[in-house]
């Protein structure tokens, strides 16, 4: 669970061999959900966007906004921990950002059946802000970083 960085070395030989079968573990999961995620590919009768349509509609626009948002704070979460602490797991953090990417797409069809064509403003705002990136990296790189709007 995040410990790759961990100075191993004055570890009992207990403490190692609990470590090795976490890992272990992790790893045998690792290959069940990815077999399980195979197996139910094939099973499926409906393409994403089908999928996502059909729970829009048999949940409704505002269960699924608030399903989003769920989903977006347990990502952060995740994220937090990845972030500030040597104990997190990258099989959550997958599983969260899996999460989010389909409540993403739910969000994108609410937003496009009120009349917005989403997509289009979407990568405009990508085109805008990556711009904006690029000019505070290039500052950060000549050392005269100012705030860059």
């Not at 690792?30 to 409906?46: G, V």
């Not at 505002?62 to 602490?85: C, H, K, P």
Request: negative net charge; hydrophobic residues 40%; aromatic residues 6%.
């Amino acid at each position: 669970m995040g410990l790759e960085n961990v100075d191993k070395s004055k570890w009992t030989p207990i403490q190692m061999l609990n470590y090795i079968k976490e890992l272990e573990a992790k790893e045998q999961a690792k290959k069940k959900i990815f077999a399980e995620a195979e197996k139910i590919s094939l099973e499926r009768h409906m393409t994403d966007d089908e999928l996502y349509k059909n729970a829009i509609d048999t949940f409704g626009s505002m269960e699924q906004l608030g399903q989003a948002v769920e989903e977006l704070l347990e990502l952060a979460i995740e994220l937090n921990r990845l972030r500030n602490s040597r104990r997190y797991d990258v099989i959550r953090i997958t599983e969260e950002t899996a999460d989010v990417e389909i409540m993403l797409s739910q969000v994108k069809m609410i937003i496009s059946n009120m009349g917005c064509k989403t997509d289009a403003m979407i990568d405009r705002w990508k085109i805008y802000k990556n711009a904006r990136l690029e000019r505070r990296l290039e500052a950060v790189n000549e050392k005269t970083y100012e705030y860059v709007d």
